[in-house]
């Protein structure tokens, strides 16, 4: 399904995209809040560290997205040991 999706048009969005990235704006809320609490109670390499650890999360994907990913990464990589043809 997903590859015939990528075949075509593209991967559709799906209807729990958008709750995904309310959770994941949520999460980062709270890694803010308590970057900042520790920020204000002097530990401040603590709260660098925590914003830190949250701007590095992964972005977050539909299981669908994920999928179409490692599919597009495999393609790219069989393409490139393909030999080129010689004329």
Not at 2 to 13: F, P, Q, S, T
Not at 33 to 51: C, F, K, M, T
């Amino acid at each position: 399904m997903v590859a015939r999706e990528l075949a075509h048009d593209g991967v559709k969005a799906e209807p729990g995209q958008v709750g995904l990235l309310a959770t994941r704006k949520a999460v980062v809320d709270g890694w803010s809040a308590v970057a900042d609490l520790l920020h204000q109670q002097g530990y401040r390499d603590l709260s660098i560290a925590v914003r830190q650890f949250s701007n590095r999360m992964p972005p977050p994907y539909t299981d669908k997205e994920r999928i179409a990913g490692q599919l597009l990464r495999v393609a790219r990589v069989k393409q490139v040991e393909r030999p080129t043809p010689v004329r």
